[in-house]
């Protein structure tokens, strides 16, 4: 961060699977601030899951709503806000973000992404519909087509090897 002045939200973004809805979690309760989670947002707004949307409105119709919650919530001020990994695809949600508060990326290698995703959907049940099928091979092909989508955020932490909590730790001693 640039001054040490309490940012007015705290903005997680990062790849499928780098920790963000955890970490927001604790995060929150930490600071004793609200969490929000945009894909949660989404499901409650759009009474649909997202694997739903995804098949039946398609992946522009998601990232429209997607769009629309993160403008909302980023009106606000106090929020620990958790992200979906492609929230930072398109440019203005890029802007908003940087300008609603301080954007954190959270990041992982493949390695330890690939057993987090498994290991949250063992079935491949298409929780996570961008991984539908070969779930290594998506993440692969995801990761080159993201290769420098996270660059723009304030900070980035590597989660990997690091505990959800370590990371939580870590953020409030900068935020703060
Ligand atoms: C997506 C990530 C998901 C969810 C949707 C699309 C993406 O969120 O928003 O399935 O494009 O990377 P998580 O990053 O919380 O899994």
Known sequence: MSERATPKNIILVGFMGTGKSTVSRLLAERLGWKRIDTDEEIVRQAEKAIPDIFAQDGETVFRDWESRVLNEV????????????GAVLREENRRRMLAGGWVVALAADRETLLKRVIDADPEGTGARPLLKGDAAERIDHLLRTRRHAYDFAHATVDTSGRSPLEVAELLVRWAL
């Open 74 to 85: 980023l009106g606000g001020s106090g929020h620990v806000v958790a992200t979906g990994g």
